[in-house]
């Protein structure tokens, strides 16, 4: 992972601390990295690799190193917080997960306590215990998960979630890959009920942006992760509409770094770069990769 004393640096780690120094930052803060049981990482692992053949779309992991050495890695990178985003797709597994999830933040005291949720039996208890014992962000995955936001067993845990104030990164945006209950409908009468949820739109809401910026306009809890937006690859699949970049600006409180570390076919630091090159100042960018967060998880 490091330079092995030959001065190279075939993780990006300089150009990462070059971005956060310029910029006068003590580090960033990385809202959405992926932190699972091994088994379940591999299996991850395995969706991505067998991605490119099924949609045509190459997927290479650029960080498939075990635990240990990815977790030395963002800190080298000066990530000052993280996350351990995990998500059932199936009954019976949240629970379990979120076990899994506290011992995680436990161990590793950078890593913000993350917990799920299905719509089954027990998931009001399961997610309110997972609160009371510190839960700071929750990830609830529409497309994997394949589940409708308003199901009614999800009401009481949405009720719960915007009472406590407990950000909820939500994957909800049809991209790569639309789902039943994917795009801005679904959520936004979700949100229609519950408007002070915080609710954090994953990967900006690719591919409409549009809608979901629309939303976190309309609401003032709702906010947005950078997670793979701008890069080469996702204006390839599916570009940031220019008319859309002076809201970038306007909800610039509202946007929180993100990046799917270590699930990326990309060096780390082309997310921060991709960032910089909207040309947005660097004001923004110092909200967006440390002040935002900082303030929503003080
Ligand atoms: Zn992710």
Sequence with gaps: MSDGGDGRDDDGRD?????WQRLGLPGIIDVHTHFMPEPVLRKVWAYFDAAGPLTGLEWPITYRHDEEERLALLRSFGVLRFTSM?????????????????????????????????????????????????ARVFKSHLQVGA?????????????????????VVTHCGSGPVPGAYT????????????????????????????????LAA??????????????????????????ERGRLADLGERILLGTDFPNIPYPYAHQLHALERLGLGDAWLRAVCHGNASALFR
Excluded at 156 to 166: I, K, N, S, T
Excluded at 198 to 213: C, D, I, K, N, S
């Design 183 to 214: 795009g801005p409908g679904p959520i936004g009468r979700l949100l229609s009920r519950h408007p002070r949820l915080r609710l954090v739109v994953a990967h900006m809401g690719m591919p409409e942006y549009a809608e979901f910026l629309a």
């Design 86 to 134: 995990l998500y059932p797709h199936k009954a019976g597994m949240a629970a379990w997960l979120n076990g899994w999830a506290a011992g995680f933040a436990d161990r590793v005291p950078d890593c913000l306590h993350t917990a799920t949720f299905f719509p089954e039996e027990g998931v009001a208890d399961y997610v309110r215990e997972a609160v009371e014992s510190g």
């Design 147 to 167: 589940y409708d936001p308003n199901d009614p067993l999800l009401e009481p845990v949405w009720g719960l979630l915007a009472e406590a104030g407990v950000p």
């Design 15 to 19: 150009e990462v601390v070059r971005f």
């Design 218 to 243: 309309a609401y003032p809890e709702v906010r947005l992760d950078t997670t793979m937006a701008f890069t080469d690859f996702a204006e390839d699949l599916t570009p940031f509409p220019a008319a």
